[in-house]
């Protein structure tokens, strides 16, 4: 079935207020989870939902956090967001980011004491649309990165946001994880009885493995590369470079040790990192602008090794499911919009879909 | 044959005072081209002369630059290199964003007119050894790395480097191009008659190959991931990143475009991007060293896949090289050694090696 936005935003903000969150809280949460589902994330909308009430049941979320800016100079800030979800205290400090860039040309926000953010894309577009460059990155609490020769899930999937905006072109917006590919892929393969393709995801004993079952049972993901052959140490440095910006830098948790450093908390302490930089810093008004065009018109235009699919840049997927989605609504699978319908009857909230 | 690190220094000072090159342009040419040598990094130092010589006897490099900064502020700024070798007007501009990050806690500098400004990485250590988080970048005038769907190469191998300071430990050092592989790892394959690991590089018509030959003769590396089954447009993604902020952000020039908007230009125009930030602006005095102390032994202590390959941490193989070649000396294979003493010869410097 497919479900118009104003409808899916509705459904969750009725279970988010059963819930008793904030209004800034619960609207920051809708509006970051619609826009995953618009840009066809959708792994990182409303399917997060029943993860969340899961959390929620387990006394994991603060349901009534106090997000708060704990230290702040011109250019940087941390901001703690006192165990609850992390679009709320996300929000906040990619605006903080924004408006201090605005002002002095450069700033750098971390948050700490967070949750699950969504797509960390939808952050760096806030800069973009702005006029200025973004980037938003997270941890993430359960682990999946194997580093390279290890056979130890050490590091979430470690997404790295980074957007631009042009001026005739919409803005480029890299989103990846830092993993060759996301658990979702794994699941795919496994619904159709797939092999996975080599590269992909390893055993329990840390072995290359192309059985999507399992890797679905050991949750072990290569780093981008895929093999030592294909240069997966450059995955796992980045993987490393976003825990180091979004657990060490704020004062989040890094998974592997939080067990032995803090054995009696029920929280997770995901950390998150945010940047905006504005062109015109460096640039005359519009020249950096005009140069992105450049770049992304040559792209676009380059020859294509099979006709039927032409050279992309990155942000062109999400825009073409945006336009999609918002014509002809979200696509739900029955069996996800029973588990929204359940987690609404759970709370109390009234059922909308 | 191995050389001291002095003596291959003084062969480069010597060869770069005959150019006429400023005191303190050859004195940052030969420190950031012998850490490369130490570090182990043969592809960005002493060997990297000849190809200097020929851009000087081609008039594409300026042998008594101007570096100036043109635009500052407190926590940005903009270097123009005014087309002489890159490592000074580099050095200059890390060193800027290091003195602005340890007033103001974070800082970013550019740079436009530059050119080849050796390894990246030793400009991220630049500020971890201040304390600092250190990044840096650069785009490359010769282009290497195809688009994913592509057939062109677009980009040059545009390189991240990523430092951070440890307290037990010495500094994270992330140092990679965003290509899978370095055009140095096709060579050695040509050298030893092996085919390629497929997604590695592409031949002239920008289908896979797992020719050297092949590979060599088209100059086109695939982004890392290497095939689209395993994410190269992440790659691909990474290398735009680093073109925006080394070419768009400082108005340097986008390789692909350059002919055609540029046409008189004799010169390269090549771009970088630096950044340092205080850890302190977010923690309080050396937690934050504390907890990276705590991943990187977490790392180099989870189970190897095979015990004889222990599991490093990025920065560990430069270090080793480091102990190992300020001790036994740079291996200087003979034909390379030749080179140099040709163009000390060619330009009347005393060969010294």
């Not at 826009?35 to 969340?52: E, K, T, V, W």
């Not at 800016?69 to 800030?77: L, Y």
């Not at 590919?181 to 290359?208: C, E, F, N, Q, S």
Request: charged residues 20%; glycine residues 8%.
């Amino acid at each position: 079935m497919n479900i118009h936005a104003e409808n899916l935003a509705a459904q969750l903000r009725a279970v988010f207020r059963a819930w008793g969150m904030s209004d800034p809280a619960t609207e920051a949460s809708v509006r970051m989870m619609i826009a995953a589902d618009l840009r066809g994330i959708d792994s990182h909308g409303a399917m997060m939902l029943p993860l969340y009430d899961q959390l929620r049941r387990e006394g994991r979320l603060n349901m009534a956090p106090e997000v708060k800016i704990v230290r702040e100079s011109p250019v940087t800030a941390l901001v703690d967001g006192d165990g609850g979800l992390g679009h709320y205290p996300a929000e906040t400090a990619m605006r903080l980011a924004i408006d201090k860039a605005a002002r002095a040309g450069l700033a750098a926000v971390g948050v700490r004491n967070s949750n699950h953010f969504g797509a960390a894309g939808v952050y760096a577009l806030q800069a973009a649309e702005r006029g200025l460059i973004g980037i938003a990155m997270t941890n993430v609490w359960n682990t999946a990165i194997v580093p390279t020769r290890s056979t130890a899930a050490m590091f979430g999937t470690n997404p790295i946001a980074f957007a631009a905006p042009g001026k005739n072109n919409p803005p480029f917006c890299l989103d990846m994880a830092t993993s060759t590919v996301a658990i979702g892929k794994l699941k795919l393969a496994a619904l159709h009885d797939k092999p996975l393709p080599r590269g992909w995801a390893l055993d329990a004993g840390g072995a290359a493995t192309e059985s999507a079952q399992a890797a679905l049972a050991s949750r072990k993901l290569t780093p981008l590369g895929g093999t030592p052959e294909l240069s997966s140490h450059k995955g796992y440095g980045l993987a490393a470079m976003v825990e180091i910006l979004c657990a060490m830098l704020p004062g989040a948790w890094f998974a592997p040790t939080r067990a032995q450093r803090h054995p009696d908390a029920k929280r997770f302490n995901v950390g998150h990192f945010f940047m905006a930089l504005d062109p015109k810093a460096f640039r005359g008004e519009g020249e950096f602008e005009t140069d992105l065009d450049d770049m992304l018109d040559a792209l676009r235009a380059s020859r294509p090794l099979d006709p039927a699919q032409p050279v992309l840049v990155h942000g062109d997927p999400e825009r073409a499911a945006i336009v999609e989605r918002e014509r002809h609504g979200i696509p739900v699978p029955e069996a996800l919009a029973e588990q929204l319908r359940e987690v609404a009857r759970n709370c109390g909230a009234q059922v909308l879909i």
